[in-house]
């Protein structure tokens, strides 16, 4: 607020984590430019129907009456409302018609969510000739910008170290800011391994578990498999997100928990799977359907346990209380990531905190390792040489290659046959904690992160994560003796030997998913500080001695 009035820009952009308050802040600048006669009307531009609503609600709780229900081409609106709170497709619509009502009034725009007028071509040329003649354009975004080359609307970039234009924010207030002003809640993420098993179209039946390396079909049709509401991953995951949500409502008796679902089928099915769990039903919010807005609004006063949402519950809707999260759905991009994690960090007193379950993917495990860091809209990349010219084809050919097309036969006749949940590790503040995959759900072990207290501060938080695992570590230094001389009697030295290299591979790329360094780079560090020679040919001896190694840099790393 100081900043803005002591510069009076007319183009400003605030980056701001989710539950920082952006809200509040535009709704405070607008407040204050009205009474000072700087702008007579105010447009406020959404993402979706919904949020229009949510500030129409807020407007009006700041002494600014706002029409939510106002259309382009609909002309005037009734003398009591001082602005009106449109959608960016509305906009795109009848970009003219809001040029007009822009002229006609000294107008602040305030650009909720700025990012979106990205999201189609026709939306941010519709945004740019709508909203170029207002008096003030205050811009607003609470997740990193977009991986794509289209320039934003008023945003302004400037270029980077490496020559590569990105966009530049006039105020940022990042995740790790907000924590430390205890502004957000802290975030556990509890990720779940476990076997999967599904057909092929030509009829192979396959067996793989999550988390390990696979190819990227693999890993995708495991995940999928995995979210299948018939298999036994998602009824165990939901079971152990339900025993942390009652751990939570010890401290915090209105917590409640939200299930993000790929499709209305799933969420259906994953509300009966709940309502088996707890034996009370869940609110299905879908966004094709009128009352969809109403259910958030009820669940939101409510005491109820469960929502199950299909993308409805994403950014900058506002449910306080939601404390425990499951992520299950295939949407796995950097955006819609931070987008539902922000349902969750929107904190209401001190030493509240929020766990969110989602299955062993690296690219999962990648974005929740990643949640304090700071991203920018990068316009393209820099040329170095002539071979560099033709980067955008090559990066279009990649991203071409990458994608799921060429899949969708394989994909749409995808089977899922069976699936089974291991808890796998809590990622937490940079470090990761648990038992790799070892740990069956229920066991004690499990309840170990289930059972943490529902209020804690950043630091205790931190503190108990590492005197479990350390408690841990020296319960299985003193046990593995003893479980390898049994081991001897009951099994072959070849399937040992197998378990061990699995266990091996297994550590290794969750050090690759947290470290970016290759797997091979990995293991010759291991032998060079252990000695023996390739894993495919060490002894249950080497084997152990790297395993260990590597678990205690893990420990340093977190520390």
């Known amino acids: 607020m100081q900043q803005y009035f002591a510069d009076h820009p007319r183009d400003f952009l605030a980056v ?106 026709s939306w941010g040329e519709g945004v740019r000739e709508a909203f170029e003649p207002a008096t003030r354009r205050l811009a607003l975004t609470g997740t990193p910008f977009r991986s794509d080359v289209n320039p934003i609307p008023f945003v302004s970039y400037a270029p980077g170290d490496d020559g590569v234009p990105r966009s530049v924010a006039d105020f940022t207030y990042g995740y790790a800011h907000a924590l430390a002003d205890h502004v957000v809640r802290p975030v556990l993420f509890l990720a779940y391994s476990g076997e999967m098993q599904w057909r092929t179209r030509a009829g192979d039946e396959i067996a793989a578990r999550l988390g390990e390396p696979l190819t990227k079909d693999m890993t995708n049709q495991a995940l999928r498999t995995a979210l299948d509401p018939g298999g036994s991953w998602m009824p165990a995951v939901l079971a152990a997100a339900d025993k942390r949500l009652t751990e939570v409502r010890r401290h915090v008796p209105d917590a409640g928990g939200l299930v993000i679902a790929t499709d209305q089928d799933s969420a259906r099915a994953y509300a009966k799977l709940l309502k088996q769990i707890t034996g009370e039903p869940a609110t299905v919010v879908l966004s094709d359907e009128k009352l969809a807005s109403k259910r958030i609004a009820e669940f939101t006063t409510s005491d109820r346990r469960w929502m199950v949402a299909v993308r409805m519950v994403s950014e900058g809707v506002d449910v306080p209380r939601l404390a425990v999260g499951v992520y299950a759905t295939t949407t796995a991009t950097p955006l819609f990531f931070a987008q539902a994690v922000g349902r969750f960090v929107r904190a209401r007193g001190r030493g509240e905190s929020a766990s969110i379950f989602l299955p062993s993917v690296p690219t999962l495990l990648g974005h929740a390792s990643e949640m304090e860091v700071e991203r920018d809209h990068v316009l393209g990349r820099r040329i170095t040489d002539d071979a560099d010219i033709f980067a955008a084809e090559n990066d279009l050919l990649a991203q071409a290659n990458a994608g799921e097309g060429a899949s969708d036969d394989l994909l749409a006749s995808f089977e899922a046959l069976g699936s089974e949940a291991r808890f796998d590790r809590v990622l937490y503040d940079g470090g990761e904690f648990g038992h790799s995959g070892e740990v069956h759900v229920g066991s004690e072990e499990e309840m170990d992160f289930l059972g943490i207290p529902g209020l804690l501060e950043p630091d205790q938080m931190r503190e108990l994560l590492h005197h479990r695992q350390s408690e841990r570590a020296r319960k299985q230094k003193a046990t593995r003796a003893e479980e390898a001389a049994d081991s001897l009697t009951e099994v072959s030295t070849h399937e040992q030997l197998a378990v061990l290299r699995r266990e091996l591979n297994g550590l290794v790329a969750a050090w690759h998913h947290r470290t970016g360094q290759a797997h091979g780079i990995t293991h010759a560090a291991l032998r060079k500080e252990c000695g023996g020679p390739a894993a495919a040919v060490a002894t249950a001896e080497q084997l152990h001695a790297r395993i260990d190694r590597l678990r205690e840099w893990a420990l340093r790393k977190s520390s």
Do not use: C
Request: net charge positive.
């Open 16 to 121: 701001a984590t989710p539950g920082a308050g952006k809200t509040t802040f535009a709704l405070s600048v607008a407040a204050e430019l009205l009474g000072r006669r700087i702008v007579d009307r105010v447009t406020i531009v959404a993402p979706t129907e919904h949020l229009k609503l949510q500030w129409a609600e807020a407007a009006a709780r700041a002494g600014m009456p706002i029409d939510p229900a106002y259309a382009a081409g609909k002309g005037r609106t009734s003398q009591d409302f001082v602005g009106i709170a449109v959608t960016y497709a509305g906009v795109a619509v009848n970009p003219l018609a809001m040029r007009i009502r822009t002229e006609r009034f000294k107008t602040l725009v305030i650009l909720d969510e700025v990012h979106h007028a990205g999201d189609a071509l």
